[in-house]
């Protein structure tokens, strides 16, 4: 008999062990549950936390690119209306002094006219005249009026007006041979066309 209640006693303790050891298994199976939910609850909070630090970055990000945009627009748009209005006022300042220009090339052909009529150095008057002739000549030259050479050179519509017609045999052909009124360019661009008689 006493060895029975040795066996039972053995045999409770045994079971005590292991439902101990089974429970403490439990107990630990559950903790790494609960531990492994509390670290996914705490990485999801984290990638929301982050993922809202990204969509305020987004946001600042997206509105510096917005106001980059608007000022490089700003400064291309400047640019542009910059070199427009210096274009406009060069076209000006050559409308304005071409149009000066054609108003003194009458007075210089009265110079001419007059001059041609009196020889050099027979009247004082007459050599002030030439004087300011040559000077007018000069302050036009400095200002980029040069004639357009015409007698001998071939006509050109560009720049000759044609207004008589003869036939030479011993010019050329399309040669301009007579200058009835002298014609001048202002930078590289017609003023006034020469008039001019051409051969052949």
Do not use: W
């Amino acid at each position: 008999m006493a060895e029975n209640t040795e066996k039972k006693e053995e045999f409770s303790t045994e079971e005590a062990v292991k439902e101990a050891v089974e429970n403490a298994e439990e107990m630990k199976e559950e903790a790494t549950v609960e531990e492994n939910k509390e670290a996914n609850a705490d990485s999801k909070e984290a990638k929301k936390a982050s993922k809202k630090k990204e969509k305020k970055k987004d946001k600042r990000d997206e509105q510096i690119e917005q106001l980059t945009d608007r000022v490089t627009r700003q400064m291309a748009e400047f640019e542009n209306f910059r070199r427009r209005t210096e274009q406009e006022k060069s076209q000006m300042f050559n409308m304005g002094a071409k149009n000066i220009i054609e108003k003194i090339l009458p007075v210089v052909d009265n110079f001419e006219r007059g001059l041609a009529t009196v020889e050099e150095g027979a009247d004082p008057f007459a050599d002030g005249m030439l004087m300011i002739y040559k000077q007018l000549l000069t302050t036009l030259d400095e200002a980029g009026v040069k004639p357009i050479e015409a007698v001998g050179q071939e006509f050109n519509p560009d720049f000759h007006n044609a207004v008589m017609h003869v036939e030479d045999e011993e010019v050329g052909e399309n040669i301009v041979v007579e200058e009835f009124q002298k014609g001048y360019m202002f930078n590289d661009a017609v003023v006034r066309h020469s008039m001019v008689k051409v051969a052949n």
